[in-house]
């Protein structure tokens, strides 16, 4: 069961409630978030949710059987909507583009690929600072001095970023250069970087695990929203299979899963969740039917020079061909939508 308790409730009328729900043998965690205060209460089913929502000081109350409570789509009237500031959202009722290379080299690169987004209205670039690699010998990112460079120029030009944070130590000197915190899918299931992200007031981009499923990803978004973050948008980025064709299997079914079970923006990664530039168009257009809020496309102006994931790469003809390509799949969409509820 989650309450939402009103704003102004006094000390008095919250104990009241905390004190109901013991009686009722509930478990109480309280959660404090940037939007709302909330009690969960975990417990018997069978119970009059009435007898707690007509208590002063508790503005709704709802039944919530799943075992991730605050991420469930079965509370929220409407799905959630992330605001970046400076009229950027998202996440309800749009679709946003993030795009950029997998890792940040140099200034030229950055305000070369500044420049292209521009140029195509896009708002968000994504950009690795800190990178996880398989192997220790492989190129492991700029640091944070590579971060004030991305931050500069992309402040400078109203774009905004969107970076991965590897670890907890990381969070206190990147909070200040970034948009968006990202957290890979090695560490979806990283709990202790989970926890720390649910005490920041900045969006959290949590992508699913290498093997990891549905299920699994909503519990790591708990983790966060738990924690007092609300402002979690979901990733699916491809799971590793038996498949060896493509370097991962993109799970479109996760799309329209993720959608129903959760109020939370649903964005897909093609890039990572195929690995081969020649099949991103197909998988993007695909995940924009199946519903997803936006997507995280990783692009190059010269893919076969990119120092990590060129493979995966759109150079920047192709990109452009692409968004207009989402553009018309988008608009297809809505129509079919507003055709549905005619």
């Known amino acids: 069961m989650i309450i939402q308790l009103e704003k102004n409730i006094t000390e008095a009328n919250k104990d009241k409630v905390l004190s109901a729900l013991s009686k009722n043998s509930f478990k109480i965690r309280e959660v404090k978030t940037q939007i709302s205060d909330y009690l969960v209460a975990i417990g018997k089913n069978e119970f009059d949710i009435r007898l707690i929502g007509n208590m002063n000081g508790v503005k709704d109350v709802h039944k919530v059987d799943d075992d991730y409570k605050l991420v469930s789509g079965k509370w929220k009237v409407k799905p959630a909507q992330i605001d970046l500031g400076d009229n950027v959202h998202i996440g309800s009722n749009g679709f946003t583009i993030m795009a950029g290379p997998c890792s940040i080299e140099n200034e030229n690169q950055i305000q070369g ?29 700029v640091g944070i001095e590579g971060l004030k460079q991305f931050y500069r120029i992309c402040s400078a030009n109203k774009i905004k970023m969107i970076t991965e944070v590897m670890e907890p130590e990381q969070i206190e000197e990147m909070y200040e250069y970034i948009d968006v915190f990202q957290v890979g899918a090695r560490n979806s299931q990283n709990f202790n970087l989970l926890d720390a992200l649910g005490k920041v007031d900045k969006p959290v981009m949590i992508k699913r695990g290498l093997s990891g499923t549905i299920d699994e990803l909503l519990h790591s978004a708990e983790y966060v929203f738990s924690g007092g973050n609300e402002k979690i948008i979901l990733c699916e980025r491809g799971i590793r299979t038996y498949e060896k064709a493509y370097r991962n299997t993109f799970d479109i079914n996760a799309i329209p899963v993720l959608k129903e079970k959760s109020h939370l923006p649903v964005i897909i990664d093609p890039s990572h969740g195929t690995g081969n530039r020649n099949i991103v168009e197909p998988i993007t257009l695909a995940g924009i039917m199946a519903g997803a809020d936006g997507a995280i496309l990783e692009i190059h102006e010269c893919p076969e020079k990119a120092i990590s994931d060129g493979q995966q790469s759109l150079n920047f003809n192709e990109a452009n061909k692409l968004f207009r390509r989402m553009e018309q799949t988008y608009d297809f969409r809505k129509q079919i939508y507003i055709n549905a509820l005619d």
């Open 113 to 141: 690929m500044v420049e292209f987004l521009l140029q195509n209205n896009i708002e968000i670039m994504r950009g690795g600072v800190f990178k996880p690699r398989s192997s220790p010998y492989s190129f492991r990112g």
